[in-house]
């Protein structure tokens, strides 16, 4: 049987659109999660972008801790009677200005709505650490998992949407052990910017092609962004496992959500595409309503492919 595209296209609140109306009209929001220059103004509209009222809280339930997986260093989250399976989880910031605060609380999400525990990697960032540093400590943490013969799936939000593609892939390439699951919310994968949703969304997101651009500056400097590993969606996506992309369909990002899916499904590997009508780039990270019902499938999702693998290697 051929694989496809299970997609499904989510209608949003009347108030997920208003704010979304009113998070584009606001110039202070816009100027902190825009912020363009040197790279502490960067990072320092980051943090302060984690403190803004309407990003999504850390769930009661959970413990972090820190930790470290193949030399990198992290945070482990759980919530109660967690089982063995590890969700390994890539927080976004276009390689350059993420953190383990910006993703906490999709993280922690995870790890309540899975029943996993999960390993949240702070993975190095550029420009201190270019391509493919990000890359090279993603696999380190899978393939450590894999050394140890545990069970696992990669998550990843934005750039870390990206990382868990070129992740699988190098696994692949390498012989490695791989993850039962792939999941990718609003998914960077193609750095050349090329999709033709920069176009038609422009005005409809709040990142731009121009932010993207700045961003992958820093952290390509003069490799070629066409690489698949900085760039999966030009990669091999044969002898992948299952793959969950959550996307808003006013991402600038969209089109190449879909390509990636569409290049997936080609190579025989079966994708479950969740759309969310009018949501702007890495809207799970705020208190949309629609955050927590993508959340929701994400863990959904994720909870029924380890019960899956659990039932195939029993």
């Known amino acids: 049987m051929s694989a496809k595209i299970i997609r499904t296209d989510i209608p949003v609140t009347d108030g997920d659109i208003e704010v979304v109306r009113k998070m584009l009209e606001d110039v202070k929001f816009a100027q902190s999660y825009r912020a363009s220059g040197d790279i502490a103004a960067l990072r320092a509209a980051t943090a302060k972008m984690v403190q803004n009222p309407f ?25 109660p009677d967690a089982s063995d399976d590890v969700l390994v989880f890539f927080h976004g910031g276009g390689y ?10 999709n993280a922690a999400e995870i790890a309540l709505g899975s029943g996993c525990r999960v390993f949240a990697t702070a993975y190095r960032q550029a420009p201190e650490n270019p391509f493919p540093a990000a890359v090279e400590d993603a696999v380190a943490v899978a393939s450590a998992l894999g050394a140890e013969g545990r069970r696992f799936a990669l998550v990843g939000e934005s750039a870390g949407g990206g990382l868990v593609l070129s992740t699988a892939m190098t696994l692949r390439d390498q012989g490695r052990s791989m993850p039962f699951a792939i999941s990718c919310i609003s998914p960077f994968v193609d750095l050349t910017l090329s999709g033709d949703s920069w176009d038609f969304n422009a005005g409809k997101d709040i990142a731009t092609r121009e932010m993207g651009n700045d961003m992958i500056a820093l952290y390509m400097g003069d490799a070629d962004r066409a690489d698949w590993r900085a760039s999966p969606v030009f990669g091999r996506f044969d002898d992948l496992p299952p793959i969950h992309v959550i996307v808003g369909a006013s991402e600038g990002l969209f089109s190449e959500a879909l390509s990636a899916s569409e290049r997936a499904v080609g190579a025989g590997c079966p994708v479950t595409l969740d759309v969310f009508a009018e949501m702007p780039h890495g809207f799970t990270k705020y208190r949309f309503d629609a955050a927590g019902q993508a959340m929701a499938r994400v863990t959904r999702w994720l909870a029924t492919r380890a019960k899956e693998g659990e039932e195939t290697s029993a």
């Open 96 to 105: 350059i200005r993420g953190s383990l605060d910006l993703g906490r609380a």
């Open 55 to 79: 990003f999504r809280p850390v769930p009661a339930g959970v413990s972090v801790e820190p930790g470290a997986l193949g030399g990198v260093q992290g945070e482990w989250i759980s919530g």
